[in-house]
Protein backbone atom coordinates (compact mmCIF):
# COMPACT_ATOMS: atom_id res chain seq x y z
CA UNK A 1 0.00 0.00 0.00
CA UNK A 2 0.74 3.40 -0.88
CA UNK A 3 1.53 5.77 2.00
CA UNK A 4 2.80 9.37 1.81
CA UNK A 5 2.69 10.85 5.00
CA UNK A 6 3.66 14.73 5.84
CA UNK A 7 5.34 16.62 8.87
CA UNK A 8 6.65 19.70 9.42
CA UNK A 9 3.71 22.00 9.33
CA UNK A 10 2.51 24.81 11.69
CA UNK A 11 2.13 28.51 12.42
CA UNK A 12 5.22 30.88 11.33
CA UNK A 13 5.22 34.61 11.48
CA UNK A 14 5.78 36.43 7.89
CA UNK A 15 9.19 36.24 7.04
CA UNK A 16 10.06 32.88 8.39
CA UNK A 17 10.79 29.72 7.14
CA UNK A 18 9.84 25.63 7.61
CA UNK A 19 10.88 22.77 6.69
CA UNK A 20 7.82 20.30 5.12
CA UNK A 21 9.18 16.70 5.17
CA UNK A 22 7.17 13.78 3.40
CA UNK A 23 8.02 10.00 4.45
CA UNK A 24 6.44 7.04 1.47
CA UNK A 25 6.15 3.91 1.64
CA UNK A 26 4.93 1.02 -0.74
CA UNK A 27 6.77 1.88 -3.80
CA UNK A 28 10.11 2.24 -5.29
CA UNK A 29 10.54 5.84 -4.21
CA UNK A 30 13.58 6.64 -6.24
CA UNK A 31 12.17 5.27 -9.52
CA UNK A 32 9.35 8.16 -9.50
CA UNK A 33 8.89 12.18 -9.61
CA UNK A 34 6.97 13.86 -6.78
CA UNK A 35 5.50 16.60 -6.24
CA UNK A 36 4.17 19.15 -3.55
CA UNK A 37 0.70 20.73 -4.20
CA UNK A 38 -1.03 23.35 -2.01
CA UNK A 39 -4.42 24.45 -1.23
CA UNK A 40 -5.18 27.91 0.64
CA UNK A 41 -8.22 27.40 2.84
CA UNK A 42 -11.43 27.55 0.59
CA UNK A 43 -9.66 27.36 -2.61
CA UNK A 44 -8.51 25.56 -5.57
CA UNK A 45 -5.37 23.24 -5.65
CA UNK A 46 -2.02 25.25 -6.66
CA UNK A 47 0.88 23.39 -8.05
CA UNK A 48 3.87 24.25 -6.18
CA UNK A 49 7.26 22.46 -6.91
CA UNK A 50 8.18 19.10 -8.52
CA UNK A 51 11.53 16.68 -8.52
CA UNK A 52 12.27 13.93 -10.47
CA UNK A 53 13.46 10.80 -9.74
CA UNK A 54 17.27 10.93 -9.95
CA UNK A 55 16.95 14.21 -8.35
CA UNK A 56 18.76 16.22 -11.43
CA UNK A 57 15.35 18.26 -12.37
CA UNK A 58 13.35 20.39 -10.58
CA UNK A 59 10.71 23.12 -10.90
CA UNK A 60 8.60 25.68 -9.26
CA UNK A 61 5.88 28.04 -9.66
CA UNK A 62 7.24 31.37 -10.35
CA UNK A 63 5.02 32.59 -6.83
CA UNK A 64 7.88 30.19 -4.67
CA UNK A 65 10.74 30.42 -7.25
CA UNK A 66 13.97 32.04 -5.34
CA UNK A 67 11.69 31.20 -1.45
CA UNK A 68 10.98 27.34 -1.59
CA UNK A 69 13.59 24.56 -2.37
CA UNK A 70 12.50 21.23 -2.96
CA UNK A 71 14.66 18.17 -2.20
CA UNK A 72 14.32 14.40 -1.44
CA UNK A 73 16.70 11.59 -0.31
CA UNK A 74 16.33 8.41 -1.85
CA UNK A 75 18.26 6.14 0.45
CA UNK A 76 15.75 7.29 3.12
CA UNK A 77 12.53 7.45 0.98
CA UNK A 78 11.87 11.44 1.87
CA UNK A 79 10.61 14.19 0.26
CA UNK A 80 11.24 17.78 1.47
CA UNK A 81 10.38 21.32 0.85
CA UNK A 82 12.19 24.15 2.52
CA UNK A 83 9.97 27.13 2.69
CA UNK A 84 11.97 30.27 3.09
CA UNK A 85 10.95 34.12 3.39
CA UNK A 86 7.57 33.38 4.09
CA UNK A 87 4.35 35.41 2.91
CA UNK A 88 0.81 35.20 4.36
CA UNK A 89 -0.35 34.18 0.65
CA UNK A 90 1.47 31.16 1.45
CA UNK A 91 -1.11 30.18 4.42
CA UNK A 92 -2.52 26.42 2.72
CA UNK A 93 -2.28 22.99 2.92
CA UNK A 94 0.45 21.45 1.60
CA UNK A 95 0.23 18.09 -0.56
CA UNK A 96 3.20 15.44 -1.05
CA UNK A 97 1.90 13.93 -4.07
CA UNK A 98 3.32 11.02 -6.38
CA UNK A 99 3.63 10.88 -9.63
CA UNK A 100 1.75 8.72 -11.79
CA UNK A 101 4.59 6.22 -14.01
CA UNK A 102 8.25 7.29 -14.65
CA UNK A 103 8.62 10.64 -15.11
CA UNK A 104 4.96 11.62 -15.83
CA UNK A 105 3.50 14.89 -13.80
CA UNK A 106 -0.28 13.03 -12.97
CA UNK A 107 -0.80 12.36 -8.97
CA UNK A 108 -2.10 8.83 -8.29
CA UNK A 109 -1.50 9.22 -4.79
CA UNK A 110 -1.87 12.17 -2.32
CA UNK A 111 -0.71 12.39 1.49
CA UNK A 112 -3.08 13.36 4.14
CA UNK A 113 -1.38 17.05 3.62
CA UNK A 114 -0.21 19.42 6.47
CA UNK A 115 -1.26 22.61 7.27
CA UNK A 116 1.13 26.00 6.78
CA UNK A 117 -0.09 29.14 8.83
CA UNK A 118 2.02 32.31 8.01
CA UNK A 119 0.64 35.09 10.32
CA UNK A 120 1.09 38.96 9.04
CA UNK B 1 1.68 30.00 -18.51
CA UNK B 2 -1.36 27.41 -19.84
CA UNK B 3 -4.59 28.67 -18.37
CA UNK B 4 -7.05 25.98 -17.47
CA UNK B 5 -10.47 27.01 -17.08
CA UNK B 6 -13.67 25.02 -15.84
CA UNK B 7 -17.14 25.22 -16.11
CA UNK B 8 -19.47 25.61 -14.83
CA UNK B 9 -18.27 26.69 -11.63
CA UNK B 10 -21.58 24.90 -10.06
CA UNK B 11 -23.64 21.89 -11.30
CA UNK B 12 -27.00 20.95 -9.56
CA UNK B 13 -28.11 17.79 -10.18
CA UNK B 14 -29.71 14.74 -8.64
CA UNK B 15 -28.53 11.53 -7.84
CA UNK B 16 -29.20 8.84 -11.37
CA UNK B 17 -28.58 12.25 -13.29
CA UNK B 18 -26.14 12.20 -15.93
CA UNK B 19 -22.92 15.09 -15.45
CA UNK B 20 -21.38 15.99 -17.61
CA UNK B 21 -17.87 19.08 -16.71
CA UNK B 22 -15.69 21.05 -18.89
CA UNK B 23 -12.51 21.81 -18.79
CA UNK B 24 -10.66 24.41 -21.33
CA UNK B 25 -7.06 25.17 -21.81
CA UNK B 26 -5.50 28.47 -23.39
CA UNK B 27 -3.78 26.33 -25.88
CA UNK B 28 -3.02 22.83 -27.13
CA UNK B 29 -2.05 20.02 -24.25
CA UNK B 30 -2.74 17.41 -26.77
CA UNK B 31 -4.41 14.64 -24.65
CA UNK B 32 -1.57 15.46 -21.68
CA UNK B 33 -4.72 16.17 -19.29
CA UNK B 34 -5.72 14.90 -16.05
CA UNK B 35 -9.30 14.99 -13.97
CA UNK B 36 -9.45 14.48 -9.77
CA UNK B 37 -12.21 14.60 -7.25
CA UNK B 38 -11.94 15.80 -3.67
CA UNK B 39 -14.34 16.02 -1.06
CA UNK B 40 -14.37 17.95 1.78
CA UNK B 41 -11.89 17.38 4.31
CA UNK B 42 -10.07 15.10 2.33
CA UNK B 43 -6.95 14.91 -0.16
CA UNK B 44 -7.69 15.04 -3.62
CA UNK B 45 -8.25 11.75 -5.21
CA UNK B 46 -7.41 10.87 -9.03
CA UNK B 47 -9.82 9.86 -11.58
CA UNK B 48 -8.74 10.26 -15.01
CA UNK B 49 -5.37 10.84 -16.66
CA UNK B 50 -4.29 11.38 -20.06
CA UNK B 51 -7.76 12.50 -20.97
CA UNK B 52 -9.51 9.16 -20.78
CA UNK B 53 -7.88 6.81 -19.12
CA UNK B 54 -9.53 5.49 -15.41
CA UNK B 55 -7.12 5.14 -12.77
CA UNK B 56 -6.90 2.06 -10.94
CA UNK B 57 -10.41 1.79 -9.03
CA UNK B 58 -12.04 4.14 -10.51
CA UNK B 59 -16.12 2.96 -11.12
CA UNK B 60 -16.73 2.87 -15.33
CA UNK B 61 -18.98 5.95 -14.52
CA UNK B 62 -16.55 7.94 -15.00
CA UNK B 63 -14.93 9.05 -18.36
CA UNK B 64 -13.27 11.39 -20.00
CA UNK B 65 -12.93 12.41 -23.46
CA UNK B 66 -10.97 15.31 -25.29
CA UNK B 67 -7.85 16.36 -26.67
CA UNK B 68 -6.21 19.66 -27.61
CA UNK B 69 -7.68 22.12 -25.73
CA UNK B 70 -11.46 21.12 -25.32
CA UNK B 71 -12.29 18.15 -22.45
CA UNK B 72 -15.03 16.77 -20.69
CA UNK B 73 -15.55 14.43 -18.06
CA UNK B 74 -18.75 12.25 -17.70
CA UNK B 75 -20.55 10.75 -14.71
CA UNK B 76 -22.73 8.39 -16.27
CA UNK B 77 -25.40 8.62 -13.18
CA UNK B 78 -24.27 10.56 -10.25
CA UNK B 79 -24.23 8.12 -6.86
CA UNK B 80 -24.55 10.03 -3.77
CA UNK B 81 -20.98 10.08 -3.15
CA UNK B 82 -20.07 11.75 -6.51
CA UNK B 83 -21.19 15.15 -4.66
CA UNK B 84 -17.69 16.48 -4.37
CA UNK B 85 -15.45 19.15 -6.28
CA UNK B 86 -14.24 18.08 -9.39
CA UNK B 87 -10.61 19.43 -10.52
CA UNK B 88 -8.52 19.01 -14.01
CA UNK B 89 -4.61 19.64 -14.68
CA UNK B 90 -2.85 19.91 -17.53
CA UNK B 91 0.96 17.84 -17.42
CA UNK B 92 1.84 19.03 -21.24
CA UNK B 93 3.95 22.16 -20.16
CA UNK B 94 5.64 23.71 -17.03
CA UNK B 95 4.20 25.11 -15.02
CA UNK B 96 1.60 22.72 -14.15
CA UNK B 97 -2.11 24.01 -13.51
CA UNK B 98 -5.35 23.44 -12.57
CA UNK B 99 -8.34 24.31 -13.47
CA UNK B 100 -10.45 25.94 -10.76
CA UNK B 101 -12.56 23.52 -10.09
CA UNK B 102 -16.33 22.27 -10.95
CA UNK B 103 -18.54 21.86 -7.78
CA UNK B 104 -21.22 18.79 -8.41
CA UNK B 105 -24.05 19.45 -5.75
CA UNK B 106 -27.04 17.32 -4.65
CA UNK B 107 -30.56 19.65 -6.85
Known amino acids: EVLLVESGGGLVQAGGSLRLSCAASGFTFSNYAMTWVRQAPGKGLEWVSS????????NYADSVQGRFTISRDNSKDSLFLQMNSLRAEDTAVYYC?????????????WGQGTLVTVSS | EIVVTQSPATLSLSPGERATLSCRAS??????LVWYQQKPGQAPRLLIYDASSRATGIPARFSGSGSGTDFTLTISSLEPEDFAVYYCQQRRNWPLTFGGGTRVEIK
Open chain 1, 97 to 109: VKGGGYGTYYFDY
Open chain 1, 51 to 58: IGGSVTNT
Open chain 2, 27 to 32: QSVNNY
